[in-house]
């Protein structure tokens, strides 16, 4: 079915929740962040989403760049890493964004389920209990605005990492959802319901 893209974001209008057990405690663990994003070009760069402390000492989250550019960003005990995509995805149309976390040492960054980017530094513990708040559309105090020209859908979380072949397999799995011609509707001008079903027997 095609899904309903969720825009608008600011400073005043975005999702976010206090930190939280299932996430704020990873240390040396896995970690997985993904997301579907349409995009006409943002004019700085702004969060997707993630999580993060209040200086941005901690963190693990999406950002998107003024040229187009996603990028995959931690930040530990031991050190900060940004991988970025090599082209500019500010095209008008959906893209799904994935940032593994193996461990502590290792990580890697997909576009469209394709690997894109990896590194090896060591970053060390992505913890610090009840400091990691996780936000949608701005950063999770909002201060830095919002991702105000793009339109996310499907944003998750997991202390898990999936493998190279559950990337691409997710990819084509959801990616049929947002072509415009899907059987189920989920939005009509008015009303966010099922207009129709087609099953594929």
């Not at 997710?170 to 989920?186: H, I, N, P, R, T």
């Amino acid at each position: 079915a095609e899904l309903l893209g969720y825009s608008g974001w600011s400073a005043s209008n975005y999702l976010n929740r206090a930190s939280d057990a299932d996430w704020d405690v990873l240390g040396t663990g896995s970690a997985y962040l993904s997301i579907w994003l349409n995009s006409t070009g943002e004019s700085t760069t702004q969060w997707a989403h993630g999580f993060s402390n209040s200086g941005d000492t901690i963190q693990f989250c999406m950002r998107f760049q003024a040229n187009g550019l996603m990028s995959c960003v931690e930040d530990g005990a031991s050190a900060r890493v940004q991988t970025d995509t090599s082209t500019g995805w500010d095209d008008s149309k959906w893209h799904k964004f994935d940032f593994v976390r193996v461990s502590s040492t290792e990580r890697y960054s997909y576009v469209d389920g394709l690997l894109s980017n990896s590194t090896t530094t060591d970053t060390g513990s992505l913890s610090s209990s009840g400091n990691l708040p996780y936000s949608i559309g701005a950063e999770p105090d909002g201060a830095t605005g919002g991702i105000a020209n793009s339109k996310l859908a499907l944003a998750k979380l997991s202390a898990s990492a999936p493998t190279d072949t559950q990337i691409r397999q997710m990819y084509d799995d959801e990616k049929g959802m947002f072509v415009a011609s899907a059987e189920c509707l989920l939005q009509s001008g008015s009303t966010d319901a099922v207009l129709d079903v087609n099953v594929d027997p």
